[in-house]
């Protein structure tokens, strides 16, 4: 490894770092966006002076919110390192995101629980996806502006233009009500992934077929297939072993950057079939104003999709050496 | 230009044309349970699921409201949001991506380098969804989930526009006529907003068109999963929601299917016009 490489790595390295600690402080910083007392909001208006200041001083909401504050009567005031923000940093060192303002349980072990449902469901759509997309979008490539081509196009369309609440209930209508084939919601069965998964990779599998249809035609006018062909190769392998294979470097980039893209999709799909995942946990901490989970949540979903671009960024490189060696 | 942007842009005018007279077009109140008094009995009786009629175009819903007029008055939530966020969100980009592109320098590092990464970093529908969820007390007004939902996207839309902003001022500042104002004396802003802006702007135009589709989205998304307009307020997002509980999918299917469509109809009409500008604005991508 040279030292330009290295230097390269240590750049993207400092890079990530940066944006992890900026996405923590700003989910960290969101509850000063609460109007109002957030101990006021979970005990309702009944609770006594001596219940809040309870609720205040266990969950750490009368310490200040940052290491200095601006305003009020004394203008800038140092507080010290016995701030929100910095507590909340030490307690991420420890991996503790505090407690639930709700249940009063460690908001990791919660997440915890569910993140595995989670991940499945991501992954399954993921899988789904490709298995619509490959297959549809080379034969579209390969058979451009012809009748199937066109279908293609027409089923990418729509997966694009129908977000997943439309095709979520439109699914439960067809599999789960008229033909009783599924559950409605839930996760009983291992069958029961299949209609969550359909819904949550629908949008994904029309972005891919499009990608891959573009993809394989730009391919098929390069010099190498020609070559390919010359030389007296199938068009099977030409195809699948030629062309697919420079076809297909683009779409890795596109499924890490979707990753993101289904673990917010996940929030929505998670809902419509009650599946429990994060998802559903973060609407339960929203609905029940428990932001100590909320922030929670939205920590652990946005440092996994950022990871996981990272991931896609070193697998791309790896993937093309035009780019490694730029 | 292609037919598809034409089909795009009749459809998005009829949907502009709905929801800017949204109450002169909608049949009933779009809030109101509609009454009728049982025959049988000679009681009062709510219209619950009534199939689509000439009375109810899109029959009604599960408290007997009109749903041809909900969608109408809806279609009202979607275009106030989408013009505002785009417009919003459209202005702070193009000034912080046309400054990165113009100083570049540290200005450009930590802008390109580190702000936009940050926000890149984080699943747009996520923030949304956090910043929503955070900003909403217990109990918000409409007027202030509409403010909300609109910073919310704001906050996650406009890092798009500065970064198609910044590559295109990149570009045009090396241009001759750029060069030439300089040597000529005009100063940083004269270049910016009279030489490099104008020239730089088109790319903005069709990511304006596709973000439009991307806030009527978003803004159904949020609705549907309960952060839109406190009920009864009808937008799309919660119609959808509504209708589809197990009771309201089998006894009255169109709950879904109409906001659904409008829906679907709204997004892929801007997302036909982007498109076609795309292709009219730079004749190399036109479909080979």
Known sequence: MNKRKFLGYLKRLGLLVLVVWTVVSLVTLMIELVPGDPALAILGDQATPEQIANFRAKHELDSPAFFFSVGGENGFKWNGTNNRYFNYFKGLLTLDLGNSFRTDRPVLDMIMERYPATIKLAIAA?????F?????GVVAGTNKNSL???AASFFALLGICLPGFVIGPLLVYIFAVKLPWFSPTGNLYPEDILLPAITLGAALSAILTRMIRSSVIEELGEDYVRTARAKGLSERVVIYKHVLKNGLIPVVTILGLQLGVLLAGAIITEKIFNWQGLGSLLLDGINTRDHRLVQGCVLVISVTYILANSLTDMVYRRLDPRIRLS | MNRLFYIG????IVFIFTAIFASKIATHDPIQSIEYTDPATNTQKTLRYAPPSRENWFGTDDLGRDVFSRLVHGAQVSLTVGISVVTISAIIGIIIGALAGFYGGWIDQFLSGYVFNVFLAFPGLLLAIAIVAFLSGTQPTPEERLRHLIIALCVTGWVGYARVMRGQVLKVREYDFVQAARALGASNMRQLFVHIMPNAIQ???????LAMAGA???EASLSFLGLGLPPPNPTWGTMIDQAR????????????LFPGIALALTVLAFNFIGDGLREYLDPKQRKR
């Open chain 1, 132 to 136: 619509i997309a490959v297959p549809l």
């Open chain 1, 148 to 150: 199937i081509d066109n």
């Open chain 2, 216 to 218: 009527v989205l978003s």
């Open chain 2, 203 to 209: 790319p903005l135009i069709v990511q304006a068109s």
């Open chain 2, 9 to 12: 842009t009749f459809i998005a």
């Open chain 2, 245 to 256: 509980g197990i009771d309201t999918l089998t006894n009255a299917t169109h709950n879904l």
């Open chain 1, 126 to 130: 993921l899988i789904i996806a490709v």
